[in-house]
């Protein structure tokens, strides 16, 4: 296994510009999940990283190797595509046998290393059969099984999971979680699902427009989002983002947001709020972090009830503020009309402060160290 | 209700014995008949054919025709295929052309076909829609129309009255289908494939041939059949091109029968028959994979 180092990439399509100056280091046994909207460039980047498109600009580097100008045959790595891509006239065994065959791996050599992949998926009865004799989940295992046979220096995985129903992704999450832990692998995973981000990688790198927009650890990715996109991408039900102009007064520094209401700011976010030079904000907070009330408070902002979504474990309360509609988590056994006026609060210390001129995150010491705009090599934190 | 009547048991067997009717509709019936008619219309001119080659000349002429022949004779079929007689050597001299030039054809037009497909198929050069539409012009135009400008060019390459001639002009014809048809088998190979295969440790080239060549064998075999009788039935350039008695192939040495003295028709129906066996039984062995080769570009998404 090995460090993956991307430096600079840049890939031009015609005139398109699909990967724009994305550096990262993945370290050596890491999982690194890119995740981001569909047309983001997490694929055509984890391409670039396979050496199956050409890359305009930049280098990448496997372990000590530039690997920039060589053939993917040669970059020794292993990738899942998301329909598998199983050699239709090939039997399993033939499709395991198949990256050993091309390294002229001696003949016994390959039935054992076959053998012994086919009993850590459990597909040991299959290896006889054809792609198009097997389920889905089955020729996802080969799939699968076709990257674990040999040893690679690093393994891609273009939305593996994303072709399975529900049940057999949560199942395969976990699976490949324990792979990745047995074997020590590097890791590269695309995928649109935010959920399989945060639980598999150690650290997730969101991408949108082509851009590396923040690279961290999930907790990070999740509590500490470095712009607004991040923020809105992350997170189910996604973030409340409450527009607003910043006003001080009598020493106390507030929000006015746009229908009118007032919201007064603890001292560590105004300081947050200082920083910011266009002098409207956007405060996110998340739906959990939203505090209900049926009674006017002070500093409270009104709102009426727009809908109720009893879910279960909790409730979704959707609520009208000005012209816009945020949601909240309350209690499993809030019930209101709609429209019926509510008075929300939020959990200070909990919402994020962003200008709204950059779409960056406020922090206290007004420095941020995961700007989309530092061009230097994102280290993990 | 059905349920206040008889018992869930009792509805859920009746349901059970039900069988889905067939109803013979009127678009049906037409459909039959035109079928008929169409088998009618190929048959009927083969089984004449076949009647004929197993008369005795003089039978051959007789009026109103027999349909089955009284007397049998195989007389020219022996005649045709034994190397002793003049008429049997000449004629396996032709059905040897015939052979060799339709061959070299079939394979020439595979070898060129199957990497013209593929390019056009998956790779991204300038001028790729133009190079396309210009092979597939060539379709547009009666094959007549080029006899002039390729003797012509032939006469300048001294290939006038060689094989050699026969075979590059039947590629000119046989090309642009089968290129068109390959480059269709292709589009439907998703291009993962041939990913997994490099990042697995095959060359551009290794992949192409161990993993997406075996997958369009229904269209390589496709487009060889279809080479092999463009060039097995052609007749006017083999008449223009070639002059020596030797070199002819069978469409136009069939001709001979014709000439001396009177036409000699059992025999020369009995050559027919012979000359149509090698396709019949390439045919016959070959159709499932030519009838899912035209129908599979359609179909699959």
């Given at each position: ?381 | ?113 199957v990497?013209?497909g593929y390019a056009f198929s998956k ?59 390959l480059k269709g088998f292709y589009d439907n190979i ?22 997406i060549?075996?997958l369009s064998?229904?269209g ?82």
């Amino acid at each position: 296994m090995a460090e993956v180092r991307l430096d600079g990439l840049i890939k031009y399509y015609d005139d398109v510009l699909a990967v724009d100056d994305v550096n990262l280091t993945i370290k050596d046994g890491d999982f690194v999940a890119l995740l981001g909207p569909s047309g983001c460039g997490k694929t055509t980047t984890l391409n670039l990283i396979a050496g199956l498109i050409d890359l305009s600009d930049g280098e990448i580097w496997i372990g000590d190797r530039d690997v920039t100008d060589l053939d993917p045959k040669d970059r020794d790595i292993a990738m899942v595509f998301q329909n598998y891509a199983l050699y239709p006239t090939k039997t399993v065994y033939n499709n395991l046998a198949f990256p050993l065959q091309m390294r002229k791996t001696p003949k016994n050599a390959i039935d054992e290393r076959v053998r012994k992949t086919a009993e850590m998926l459990s597909i040991t009865h299959l290896l006889d059969r054809l792609p198009r004799e097997l389920s889905g989940g089955q020729q996802q295992r080969v799939a699968l099984g076709r990257a674990l046979v040999r040893n690679p220096r690093a393994f891609l995985m273009d939305e593996p999971l994303s072709n399975l129903d529900a049940k057999l992704r949560v199942q395969m999450r976990a699976e490949l979680k324990r792979f990745h832990q047995t074997l020590n692998a590097t890791m590269i995973y695309v995928t649109h699902d935010q959920l399989e981000a945060m639980t598999m990688a150690d650290n997730i790198a969101v991408m949108s427009d082509g851009r590396v927009q923040q690279y961290g650890p999930p907790e990070e990715i999740f509590y500490d989002p470095a712009n607004l996109f991040v923020a809105g991408f992350i997170g189910s039900p996604a973030m409340n983002f409450l527009h607003g102009e910043i006003s001080t007064e009598n020493g106390v520094t507030s929000v006015k947001g746009d229908p009118g209401w007032v919201y007064p700011l603890t001292p560590a976010n105004a300081q947050k709020a200082s920083h910011c030079t266009s002098g409207r904000i956007i405060i996110g907070a998340r739906p959990a972090n939203l505090i209900l009330s049926r009674e006017e408070h002070p500093g409270m902002i009104p709102g009426s009830v727009y809908t109720v979504e009893p879910t279960g474990d909790t409730t979704f309360v959707h609520i009208t503020i000005g012209d816009q509609i945020y949601v909240a988590i309350t209690d499993p056994f809030f019930r209101a009309e709609p429209d019926d006026p509510i008075w929300v609060d939020l959990e200070d210390d909990r919402i994020h402060i962003f200008d709204e001129a950059t779409e960056e995150v406020l922090r206290e010491d007004g420095l941020n160290s995961q700007s989309i705009h530092g061009k230097k090599t994102l280290q993990p934190a | 209700m059905a349920s206040n009547a008889t018992s869930v048991e009792e509805r859920r067997e009746r349901a059970r014995r039900r069988k889905p009717k067939r109803q013979i509709r009127m678009s049906d019936v037409l459909a039959w008949f035109t079928l008929i008619l169409l088998l009618l219309f190929s048959l009927v001119p083969m089984a004449w054919m076949l009647s004929t080659s197993l008369k005795t000349q003089f039978a051959a002429l007789q009026l109103p025709p027999e349909w089955i022949p009284s007397n049998i004779t195989f007389e020219h079929y022996i005649r045709l295929l034994s190397p002793g007689s003049e008429v049997g050597q000449e004629f396996l001299r032709y059905f040897w052309n015939s052979i060799f030039v339709s061959t070299m054809t079939t394979l020439a037009a595979v070898a060129i076909a199957v990497p013209a497909g593929y390019a056009f198929s998956k790779f991204r050069f300038p001028g790729r829609q133009g190079f396309f539409i210009a092979v597939l012009i060539r379709n547009m135009f009666p094959a007549i129309v080029f006899l002039i400008p390729l003797f012509i060019m032939m006469r300048t390459f001294g290939l006038i009255d060689t094989h050699l001639a026969l075979i590059i002009t039947y590629l000119t014809f046989g090309l642009p289908l089968a290129i068109w048809l390959l480059k269709g088998f292709y589009d439907n190979i998703p291009t993962e494939l041939e990913y997994a295969a490099r990042i697995d440790g095959a060359s551009r080239f290794q992949a192409f041939i161990r993993i997406i060549m075996p997958l369009s064998t229904p269209g390589i075999i496709a487009t060889a059949i279809y080479a092999f009788i463009i060039a097995w039935n052609e007749y006017v350039y083999a008449l223009t091109f070639l002059s020596s008695r030797n070199l002819l192939t069978l469409p136009v040495g069939l001709q001979r029968f014709f000439d001396e003295f009177v036409t000699n028709w059992p025999g020369l129906m009995a050559a027919s028959f012979v000359m149509s066996i090698p396709v019949v039984i390439i045919f016959l062995v070959l159709q499932r994979f030519f009838i899912q080769a035209l129908t599979e570009g359609a179909v699959k998404s």
